[in-house]
């Protein structure tokens, strides 16, 4: 019985380390950090696309299929030729970030699949950018309103994937190129626009320091009209009165002669 045994064992053995041989790297699937996986399950009901599966190893059925996405946050770069409202042609650089919802990756995968950004992101940039700039001009995506032309780009292209488990989390205009005539005479505008600000500023601020001076002045001449009105001869005798009293008082006053001075006021001679 025991030499019947063994062989049987090492018969078993043999069995397991073909199968780990044949078998083995579809058993053994290595999730890598910045990555999520579902699993198809051959025998079973599909894929299983509530389960999501983290980083690490994991052992799987070999008639299994793990499939697994890269859910880090991506930049893509996409140029563009487009017609701004005014019929000339622009070229244009965006900027996309993207990355699938990660909880959602298997959803994701049964209803696009992981070329979502082919069929999806691409597409819904390119039509949303073509209409967006559509509704301006040159000069305004070169200079004056290029950051709100950039959200609207964004706003709407993130309406178009947000239901579809793809997170948008920004969209930049990186570069705009127009003919060299077209963006020679922008900038010369541009030149003279800001020359004329800088003009109705410095007369602003001169208009306004004329306005303070007068200001100044009427309100000096007013304090001046309010002493004339107030100070009369009687009341600077009574002053010069007191301060006599108050000299007096010192011990540095000598003599206090009492006589008709400018304004009849007492006369002091000598001093220390």
């Known amino acids: 019985m025991e030499n019947q045994g063994l062989p049987k064992a090492m018969v078993m053995g043999v069995v397991g380390l073909i199968f780990v041989v044949?078998?083995?790297?579809?058993?053994?699937?290595?999730?890598?950090?910045?990555?999520?996986?579902?699993?198809?399950?051959?025998?079973?009901?599909?894929?299983?696309?509530?389960?999501?599966?983290?980083?690490?190893?994991?052992?799987?059925?070999?008639?299994?299929?793990?499939?697994?996405?890269?859910?880090?946050?991506?930049?893509?770069?996409?140029?563009?030729?487009?017609?701004?409202?005014?019929?000339?042609?622009?070229?244009?650089d965006l900027s996309i970030l993207h990355h699938p919802v990660q909880d959602k990756i298997g959803y994701l995968h049964d209803n696009i699949g992981k070329n979502y950004l082919e069929k999806i992101i691409k597409p819904a940039v390119r039509s949303v950018t073509r209409e967006v700039i559509g509704n301006y001009l040159p000069e305004e995506l070169y200079s004056t309103k290029r950051t709100e032309i950039e959200q609207e780009i964004y706003d709407q292209t993130n309406e178009i994937v947000a239901d579809k488990n793809i997170n948008l989390p920004a969209i930049y205009i990186r570069d705009v190129t127009l003919p060299q005539t077209l963006k020679t005479a922008i900038e010369q505008k541009l030149k003279q626009e800001q020359e004329s600000l800088e003009y109705e500023f410095k007369i602003d601020k001169a208009r306004k320091e004329a306005e303070r001076k007068e200001i100044e002045?009427?309100?000096?001449?007013?304090?001046?009209?309010?002493?004339?009105?107030?100070?009369?001869?009687?009341?600077?005798?009574?002053?010069?009165?007191?301060?006599?009293?108050?000299?007096?008082?010192?011990?540095?006053?000598?003599?206090?002669?009492?006589?008709?001075?400018?304004?009849?006021?007492?006369?002091?001679?000598?001093?220390?």
């Open 22 to 92: 044949m078998f083995g790297s579809s058993m053994f699937v290595t999730i890598n950090p910045g990555q999520k996986g579902v699993l198809f399950k051959t025998l079973g009901e599909g894929l299983d696309k509530d389960y999501v599966y983290g980083q690490g190893l994991h052992v799987i059925a070999p008639w299994n299929d793990m499939i697994v996405y890269d859910v880090k946050e991506t930049e893509t770069f996409e140029k563009m030729e487009v017609l701004s409202k005014n019929g000339l042609s622009i070229k244009i």
């Open 217 to 272: 002045a009427n309100g000096i001449a007013k304090f001046q009209k309010i002493v004339n009105q107030t100070i009369t001869p009687q009341l600077l005798k009574w002053k010069g009165v007191e301060a006599t009293q108050e000299i007096a008082k010192s011990s540095n006053a000598k003599v206090i002669v009492i006589g008709n001075g400018d304004g009849d006021l007492p006369i002091i001679l000598g001093g220390q």
